[in-house]
C-alpha cells in the first residue's frame, strides 16, 4: 500500500495529532506537514533532506495509515531492508 510521509512544521503536541492506533485524526490539515518519504513498490526520499533528520523525528502517513513507519529511522529501515 503506497504512502506519503511527512514531518511536522508547527509545535503542535503530538498527541493532538493522532488517535489511539496512532494514525492522524480526520480533521487535521495535511498542510502542517511537509513530505519526505514515500513507501510503494519503490520507496525513497522525497527531499534530499529527508534522511538527514535525527533517527527519532516522527513522521506521519498524510494519504493513508501509518503501516509500522513512525519515524526516520523506520523510513531508512525500509530503504535498507531491514
Excluded at 506519503?4 to 498527541?15: A, N, R, S, T, V
Excluded at 513507501?39 to 525513497?44: L, V
Aim: glycine share 8%; proline share 2%; hydrophobic share 30%.
Amino acid at each position: 500500500m503506497s504512502t506519503k510521509f511527512g514531518i511536522l512544521k508547527e509545535d503542535i503536541p503530538h498527541d493532538k495529532l493522532v488517535d489511539s492506533d496512532g494514525d492522524l485524526h480526520f480533521y487535521i490539515s495535511k498542510n502542517i506537514f511537509e513530505p519526505v518519504f514515500f513507501r510503494g513498490s519503490t520507496s525513497r526520499w522525497l527531499t534530499s533532506f529527508g534522511e538527514q533528520f535525527k533517527d527519532d523525528t516522527k513522521v506521519y502517513a498524510l494519504d493513508n495509515t501509518q503501516q509500522g513507519i513512525y519515524t526516520i529511522k523506520d523510513c531508512k529501515e525500509l530503504i535498507d531492508g531491514k
